[in-house]
């Protein structure tokens, strides 16, 4: 069974652009989550995706936004990049079945450079 | 509000000694536990969880956690590290809303 498969693996971007990221989940997988990673602030939730509907949302500001197609593929934008938007972008999927809360699969991320 | 704190930044140890890495967390209800670890440039692979029942959870690579409701703790133990095992470490709560939160990491250096 293929993984958490995500495009680019990097990415070097001037401040000012945007960027989209691409998360392709785990077949039969209908969450799609995003975390952003850097040395400060650790592991910080972005958002997720299930069934093409943003279920739940972190604290970041509205330059971030995502989306999930209909076949769970999920793709993330940054609209005007800072500096400081430079990190390891990570998906996770999973069955995320309301019942119970399983486990998240990631992908190998994304690092993206702001210059 | 739900958090989680790992206590040591980074643990050094000789290969084949013991290895406990510290988790604890905070919340008021039902909790799901995990613990990922992440090599250099790498995503994270999950290496247990805990949903419930036995509070005595193993996982991969001869990793194992126990969770103890009372002192709040998901502590990680490998009775024999090897230096493939050095890497950084991760807990994380899982919430009922879907995301996780997770620790500050721990990074595991195993010397030969």
């Known amino acids: 069974k293929a993984g958490v498969t995500q495009t680019p693996r990097y990415l070097i971007k001037t401040r000012g652009q945007q960027v989209t990221l691409s998360c392709s989940p785990i077949?039969?997988?209908?969450?799609v989550s995003w975390y952003q990673q850097t040395p400060g602030q650790g592991l910080q939730f972005l958002f997720e995706y299930f069934s093409e509907t943003q279920r739940n949302k972190g604290n970041f500001p509205g330059r971030f936004s995502g989306r999930q197609f209909s076949n769970s593929r999920s793709e993330m934008n940054v609209s005007t990049l800072e500096l400081g938007d430079s990190a390891l972008y990570l998906c996770?999927?999973?069955?995320?079945?309301?019942?119970?809360?399983?486990?998240?699969?990631f992908g190998q991320g994304t690092r993206l450079t702001v210059v | 509000a739900q958090s989680v704190t790992q206590l040591d930044s980074q643990v050094p140890v000789f290969e084949e000694a013991p290895v406990e890495l510290r988790c604890n967390y905070s919340?008021?209800?039902?909790?799901?536990l995990f613990w990922y670890v992440q090599y250099p440039n790498q995503g994270l692979q999950l290496l247990l969880k805990y949903l419930s029942g036995s509070t005595l959870v193993k996982g991969i690579n001869g990793f194992e956690a126990e969770f103890n409701k009372s002192q709040t703790s998901f502590h990680l133990r490998k009775p024999s590290v090897h230096i493939s095992d050095t890497a950084e470490y991760f807990c994380?709560?899982?919430?009922?809303?879907?995301?996780?939160?997770f620790g500050k990491g721990t990074k595991l250096s195993v010397k030969p």
């Open positions: 077949s039969g997988h209908r969450s």
């Open positions: 996770a999927s999973s069955i995320r079945d309301r019942t119970q809360n399983t486990e998240a699969f």
């Open positions: 919340s008021s209800v039902s909790v799901y």
């Open positions: 994380a709560l899982g919430r009922s809303q879907g995301n996780l939160i």
